[in-house]
């Protein structure tokens, strides 16, 4: 079904997530809508976050989309079960599939989780972890330093080192042997937390495992789509389409992009 997959995310993150899709779904249109006028969502209260999530998903609704990712953890954690439950499509959010990668991973059944502080507080990776495997032991980490890092596009350089250090320096000496990188900013900053913490910590974004759950989903309901022609993506922010437009052509390695900048 030549239908577009929507993506939603509190601004430019969830593209970590749009990557992944396109790259294992090369067929299957994306209409990605990026909040970057309102991020961060990390810090706000829960009822600003689903009234903002929702907003994000009213919007795409228009376009007809197929099926809906919130490729935001921070959003998934408050609002997806009643997004889910109030569509008549499939929803999907970034938590329950990187959960499920990370106890796959696990040998010693000791996962990390780094995410914001909305993330954390909300524990809803500790409850996917738990109602997947009771004997977990989850240590969480809130890093409100990290998303300003990436954003500005600072996440390559020596300040993104040390920002990396000094936050998980509680985590170096923890026997944990799997981390989940529960925020959609934090794969760009992955080499930085591998090198830190060591090569023996297996490290789960969850944007790949998102990617197989949307194949698996879109087989189980025959809403692959089935023609041949370049799919043709759009890109909407409410923010600078100048800044989204430099961010995603880097990242999803484009060599061009139809983005549009819109009010919500
Ligand atoms: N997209 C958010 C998440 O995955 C990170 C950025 C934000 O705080 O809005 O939690």
């Not at 900053?189 to 698996?216: C, F, M, W």
């Amino acid at each position: 079904m030549n239908l577009p997959i929507g993506i939603i995310d509190s601004g430019v993150g969830g593209l970590t997530v749009a990557r992944e899709i396109m790259r294992q779904l090369p067929r299957e249109t994306i209409y990605y809508l990026g909040d970057t006028a309102r991020c961060p969502y990390g810090p706000r209260q829960a009822d600003e976050v689903k009234a903002f999530t929702w907003e994000l998903t009213r919007y795409l609704q228009q376009y007809n989309i197929k099926m809906l990712v919130i490729a935001c953890n921070t959003a998934t954690a408050v609002v997806l079960n009643e997004i889910q439950n109030e569509l008549d499509i499939p929803v999907i959010g970034v938590i329950d599939p990187g959960a499920r990668s990370a106890i796959k991973q696990t040998k010693n059944n000791k996962i990390g989780v780094l995410g914001t502080v909305g993330t954390i507080k909300s524990e809803a990776y500790d409850y996917a972890l738990r109602s997947i495997h009771q004997k977990v032991e989850v240590s969480s980490l809130a890093c409100p330093k990290f998303v300003p890092i990436v954003e500005s596009g600072e996440y390559e350089g020596q300040t993104a080192t040390k920002v990396v250090e000094e936050t998980l320096a509680g985590l170096k000496d923890s026997d944990i042997d799997t981390l989940i990188l529960g925020c959609t900013h934090y794969p760009l900053l992955q080499p930085k937390i591998q090198s830190y913490l060591g090569e023996h910590v297996e490290i789960i974004n969850s944007g790949d495992e998102t990617a197989r759950e949307v194949s698996t989903i879109l087989h189980f309901r025959n809403l692959y789509n089935k023609q041949t022609d370049i799919p043709e993506h759009r890109f909407f922010t409410t923010g600078s389409s100048t800044i989204f437009s430099r961010i995603a052509l880097k990242w999803l390695q484009l060599e061009k992009i139809d983005i549009e900048s819109i009010h919500l």
